[in-house]
C-alpha cells in the first residue's frame, strides 16, 4: 500500500482562489536567519562590507602595482563587479511575477506536489535556531529557481539569495528582474581572475554572516540533461563553508531538495545537447519564443518537490580545523571536508527522489525494446509488468509518487487493474509526442528529429553524426533519460549483476568486478570515488542482501553466485550496458591514440573520435556500443572526468592537453573484456516509428 497524505498539490489550492488576492496578501516573510538590527545588512552597506574587505583591498593595491595604474582605477572596476554581482530584493516585484507564473503554472502543469509536513517542520526550526539556511534542490530544469521561490512565497517564507549565472544578467529586462527575486549574479569561471574572485568570496561570505534571508545555489553546477544526478561542484560551497570555520555564524543548515518532473520544458533540448548540438543562447528573445509551451494545457504533467532533511554542516568540522584557523586566518578547509558535505547532499538527493509512472514506462519500454522486438507492449502485457517493476523498485527503498492515493490490495482484482489502467494512461498523456499507443494497441516510440535542428556542423561539440543515427537516436536518448531517475536506486544493484554475469561465477572475481566496475562509473553516477577496499566491500554486501532478499540471485557454499529472478536480472543488466560500452571504447580511442603524431591529446578529440566509433558500432550492429545512449556526450565526458581523477589522463602544463597512461588503460580494457558480457538480441535501430508510418494507423483511430 501507498500513502502519500504529507503531499500536497499547490496548484489545487490556487485554482480555487483569485490569484491576484493570493499574491497581493498581507505577509511578513518568515527570516530563515536571526539576525540582530546591527548584523542585518542592506544591499548597499553588503556592497560597502565587500569594498572594504582586507582581502579585496590586498588584490586591488595587488594589481594596481602590477599594471601599473592607479588604485581608484581598480576600485572603480571593483565597484561595476559587485554592483552586477549583488541581489536587490523587492518584495512588489515578486507580487506582481507571482500573479503571472502562478497562471502559467496552472496552464502548463496539472499538479505540483510538495511534502508539507517538511515545509512545516523547517519553518518551526527556522523561528527556533540562530544558524544560516542553504537550500540546494537537483537542477533538471531552468524551471528549478522558479518553482522554488514560488513554494517558498506559497508558504509565507522569505525567498532565497539566488546565486544565478551571468547569462541570465545579459537577458534584457529579464536580468533585472531577476535580481528583485532575489539573485546574485556569478561567472562561470573566474579562477584567473584575482579581483573578481576575491570580491565574490567577500560577497558571498558577507551574505552568510549578514543576511537574513537564506542561500539557495544548485550544488550541481549545471542541469543535469540527463535527469539524474551529476557530480558535485565545490567551489561556492567552499566558499559558504568559509565563514563557519571563521566562526562568524553558529552553524549552516543545508537542505537538500529533489525535484521530479514528469516532463520539463527542456526534455527535447535535453537529447540533442546530450548528441553535441549546443542549447540555444539565454536571452529574452529566446524566453519569449518558449512561451509557445502555454499552448498546450497540463502538457508538462506534474512536479513533485521532496524536501531532504537539513544537513548541519558543522558535523564535518573537526577542532583540528577551527584551531588551524585560529592559528593562521589563511587557513582553508581541507578539500576532503567540502566534498563529504557535497556528496552528502547528493545522496540525499537520490534517497529522496520520488519517481513517477512515466520514469517506470520509459524503464520497461527500454528492456522490451531490447529483448523482445517481436513482441511489443500492449496496454494489457504493460499493465502487468508496470505492477511487477512498482514492486521491485519499492525492494530497493524506491517511491513512486501516482498523484494521488492508490490501493494495490483491492478486494477485486479488475478494479485493481482498472486503476492502473488509467494511472498508465494518464502518464502516457504529456507524452504523446515521444510514446503513444497506436491504432493496434501497440506501444511504439515516434520519429521525434527534425533536421533543421542541425543547421551547422560548425558548432557541433562532438562528431557529427548521420541523419539516420539522429533520426533514431534523439527519440530513443528522449525516452532513455526518463528511465535515469530510476538508477538513483538500482544503479549499484546493475553493477552487481553485470559482476555476476549470465553464468555462475565465483563470489571473489564477482566483487572484483564489481569494484572495476563502480570506480569506472563513479563519475557519471555521482558516487565518490574512494579507494578504500572495506567501503566498496560495505557496499557490495549490502547489495547483496538486498538482491537476495528479493530472490534475484542465490549463493552456493559462500563460493558461487548465480542469477536466480532472469526477469529483475535482464532489466537490472541491460540498463547499464550502455554507460560499460561507452567508457570501455573511449579506454579503447586513448590506448590507441597515435603518439606519432602527438603525445597529448585534447577532449575535443576525444569527443569526436569516441562517439563516431560509437555510431559505427550502432549503424552495424557491433558489441560495445549497440545502445544509442552510448552517444552521449556527458556520458564520455564523465569517463574523462573519471580518467583523470583516477591519474590515467595527466594534464599537460600547456592547458587542454592531456597526456595517456597506456599502461593502466591496458589493464582496464582487458578487464572489461574479461566481463564476457551478453547483449540483448533486439536492436533499437528497429523501434522508432516515423511520422509517415503513423499517420495511416491514427487515421484510422
Given amino acids: 500500500m501507498e500513502q502519500y497524505s504529507e503531499f500536497v498539490d499547490l496548484l489545487s489550492i490556487r485554482r480555487r482562489d483569485c490569484d491576484i488576492l493570493w499574491a497581493s496578501r498581507p505577509m511578513d516573510p518568515l527570516s530563515p536567519h536571526k539576525l540582530p538590527p546591527e548584523s542585518k545588512y542592506s544591499r548597499n552597506e553588503m556592497i560597502q562590507a565587500v569594498l572594504n574587505n582586507e582581502n579585496v583591498k590586498l588584490a586591488i593595491h595587488s594589481l594596481a602595482v602590477v599594471h601599473q595604474t592607479g588604485v581608484k582605477d581598480v576600485t572603480k572596476r571593483a565597484h561595476v563587479i559587485i554592483n552586477k554581482m549583488a541581489s536587490k530584493a523587492h518584495l512588489a516585484t515578486v507580487r506582481w511575477l507571482g500573479i503571472i507564473i502562478t497562471k502559467v503554472l496552472k496552464r502548463i502543469f496539472l499538479s505540483i506536489y510538495i511534502n508539507e509536513s517538511a515545509v512545516y517542520k523547517m519553518k518551526k526550526e527556522m523561528q527556533i535556531f540562530q544558524v544560516q539556511y542553504v537550500y540546494a534542490p537537483t537542477h533538471r530544469s531552468y524551471l528549478d529557481f522558479v518553482l522554488l521561490s514560488y513554494v517558498l512565497f506559497s508558504y509565507n517564507m522569505a525567498l532565497p539569495n539566488i546565486a544565478s549565472g551571468m547569462d541570465f544578467y545579459q537577458m534584457y529586462i529579464i536580468g533585472e528582474l531577476l535580481r528583485k527575486t532575489g539573485a546574485f549574479y556569478m561567472r562561470r569561471s573566474f579562477a584567473n581572475d584575482l579581483l573578481y574572485k576575491r570580491i565574490f568570496g567577500a560577497y558571498v561570505m558577507s551574505l552568510v554572516e549578514h543576511s537574513d534571508r537564506a542561500i539557495e545555489f544548485f550544488i550541481e553546477g549545471t542541469r543535469s540533461r540527463s535527469l ?16 563557519l570555520l571563521d566562526g562568524s555564524v553558529p552553524d549552516i543548515y543545508f537542505v537538500p531538495i529533489s525535484i521530479n518532473y514528469e516532463r520539463p520544458p527542456e526534455e527535447l533540448l535535453f537529447a540533442y545537447e546530450l548528441l553535441g548540438v549546443p542549447k540555444p543562447k539565454e536571452s529574452t528573445a529566446s524566453l519569449l519564443q518558449s512561451l509557445s509551451i502555454l499552448q498546450k494545457p497540463y502538457a508538462y504533467g506534474s512536479v513533485v518537490f521532496n524536501i531532504g532533511a537539513p544537513i548541519p554542516a558543522g558535523q564535518f568540522l573537526r577542532m583540528e580545523h577551527r584551531k588551524a584557523k585560529v592559528l593562521s586566518p589563511y587557513a582553508k578547509l581541507p578539500a576532503t571536508v567540502t566534498e563529504k558535505l557535497a556528496y552528502s ?3 540525499s538527493h537520490k534517497r529522496n527522489t520520488i519517481l513517477v509512472p512515466f520514469n517506470l514506462i520509459a ?12 513482441d511489443p507492449y500492449t496496454l494489457d502485457n504493460l499493465i502487468s509488468d508496470y505492477l511487477w517493476c512498482k514492486n521491485l523498485l519499492q525492494a530497493f527503498n524506491a517511491t513512486v509518487h501516482t498523484g494521488r492515493i492508490l490501493f494495490l490490495s483491492f478486494d477485486r482484482n479488475d478494479e485493481v487493474l482498472h486503476s492502473v489502467k488509467q494511472e498508465i494512461l494518464n502518464t502516457l498523456k504529456p507524452h504523446e509526442e515521444l510514446l503513444m499507443f497506436d491504432a493496434l494497441n501497440i506501444l511504439r516510440l515516434k520519429e521525434r528529429h527534425r533536421e533543421t535542428k542541425l543547421k551547422s556542423s560548425t558548432y557541433v561539440k562532438g562528431h557529427t553524426l548521420s541523419e539516420r543515427t539522429m533520426r533514431i537516436a534523439v527519440p530513443v536518448i528522449n525516452i532513455s533519460i526518463y528511465l535515469n531517475p530510476t538508477l538513483a536506486f538500482l544503479i549499484k544493484p546493475a553493477i552487481v549483476a553485470v559482476a555476476i554475469g549470465m553464468e555462475n561465477v565465483e ?16 563519475t557519471e553516477f555521482a558516487m565518490p570515488l574512494t579507494e578504500d577496499e572495506s567501503v566498496i566491500k560495505s557496499e557490495w554486501e549490502e547489495t547483496l542482501n538486498l538482491l537476495l532478499n528479493r530472490n534475484c540471485i542465490s549463493i552456493d557454499n559462500n563460493t558461487y553466485i548465480e542469477r536466480k529472478d532472469i526477469k529483475a536480472f535482464s532489466l537490472l543488466y541491460n540498463v547499464i550496458l550502455p554507460f560499460v560500452d561507452t567508457v570501455y571504447v573511449t579506454c579503447l580511442v586513448l590506448f590507441e591514440w597515435d603518439e606519432s603524431k602527438s603525445n597529448y591529446i585534447t577532449i575535443q578529440t576525444i569527443l569526436v573520435e569516441t562517439q563516431r566509433r560509437i555510431e559505427e558500432a550502432f549503424l552495424e550492429g557491433r558489441e560495445w556500443g549497440q545502445h544509442p545512449y552510448s552517444l552521449s556526450l556527458d556520458l564520455i565526458n564523465t569517463t574523462v572526468y573519471n580518467l583523470l581523477a583516477q591519474g590515467i589522463l595527466v594534464l599537460h602544463e600547456k592547458r587542454s592537453m592531456y597526456q595517456i597512461d597506456k599502461i593502466q588503460l591496458a589493464l582496464i580494457l582487458a578487464q572489461l573484456q574479461n566481463l564476457s558480457l551478453k547483449r540483448p538480441s533486439g536492436l533499437y535501430i528497429n523501434t522508432v516509428l516515423s511520422p509517415a508510418l503513423l499517420s495511416p494507423l491514427l487515421a484510422k483511430l
Avoid at 539524474?228 to 568559509?242: A, V
Avoid at 524503464?363 to 517481436?374: A, G, K, M
Fill in 507 to 522: 563470489l571473489a572475481i564477482a566483487f572484483k568486478r564489481y569494484a572495476l566496475l563502480r570506480t569506472l562509473l563513479s
Fill in 228 to 243: 539524474k544526478s551529476i557530480i558535485p561542484k565545490f567551489g561556492l560551497l567552499s566558499m559558504i563553508l568559509e565563514s
Fill in 345 to 347: 547532499i547528493i545522496d
Fill in 363 to 374: 524503464l520497461l519500454f527500454n528492456e522490451r525494446s531490447q529483448t523482445c522486438t517481436d
